[in-house]
């Protein structure tokens, strides 16, 4: 005769909490991959990937605001005279101190190399470029690092982006970051107004 089971005993919980260990930990290896796929591993920001990916999940109501590219200037020179250990420490603290300027929803990326994507929820360009000159102004005031006597800073292109084709924002966004490092260091221009650039940012 099969014995009872002991009180407390639950053969068919036992069975499925066996089965649905393995699971779970599939199922939270799967998100800490999905996650390192769409983060940014020497900054902790999203990376391109991540970024776009986030704003295809907004809702079509909430896919409003303004775009902005950024670049450092003279980044090269950071590796060039101090090491590239001395670029990745600039790298980080910039992504830090880009995000602690934005507000919850807005969000911040690491595009590429020492370029920085934003996105400015239901901001205007000239928001946007309001956030980016008190960054500046913060980075010189208290520098991230120095190179020939003057503190790092960026230029940036801005463009609103109104639910369209996100492409077609970060287009804009770059040829408006192409417009502003023409025009010198610490400088911002907005898509909306080309050939104009809008201030520098210092």
Do not use: Y
């Not at 699971?23 to 996650?35: F, M, W």
């Not at 020497?42 to 970024?51: E, M, P, S």
């Amino acid at each position: 005769m099969t014995p009872l089971p002991q009180r407390n005993e639950d053969p068919i919980g036992a069975l499925l909490a066996g089965v649905n260990r393995p699971a779970s930990a599939a199922e939270n290896r799967r998100r800490e991959l999905d996650l390192a796929a769409k983060e940014d591993l020497l900054t902790g920001a999203r990376n391109r990937r991540g970024f776009l990916a986030d704003i295809e999940d907004f809702l079509p109501a909430e896919r409003r605001g303004t775009v902005a590219l950024i670049d450092l200037d003279r980044f090269r020179q950071i590796n060039d005279q101090f090491g590239h250990e001395v670029g990745d420490r600039v790298l980080r603290d910039f992504a830090g101190r880009l995000s602690s300027e934005l507000r919850r929803g807005d969000l911040v990326a690491r595009w590429d190399g020492e370029e920085f994507a934003v996105l400015f929820r239901g901001a205007t360009e000239d928001e946007a470029a309001g956030v980016l000159g008190r960054v500046t102004r913060r980075l010189i005031a208290n520098p991230l690092i120095v190179l020939d006597g003057e503190a790092l800073t960026f230029s940036a292109g801005v463009c609103r982006f109104g639910g369209e084709a996100i492409d077609a924002t970060v287009l804009g966004a770059e040829k408006a970051l192409h417009e502003a490092k023409r025009a010198g260091r610490a400088r911002v221009a907005c898509a909306s107004r080309p050939g104009q650039i809008l201030l520098p940012l210092a």
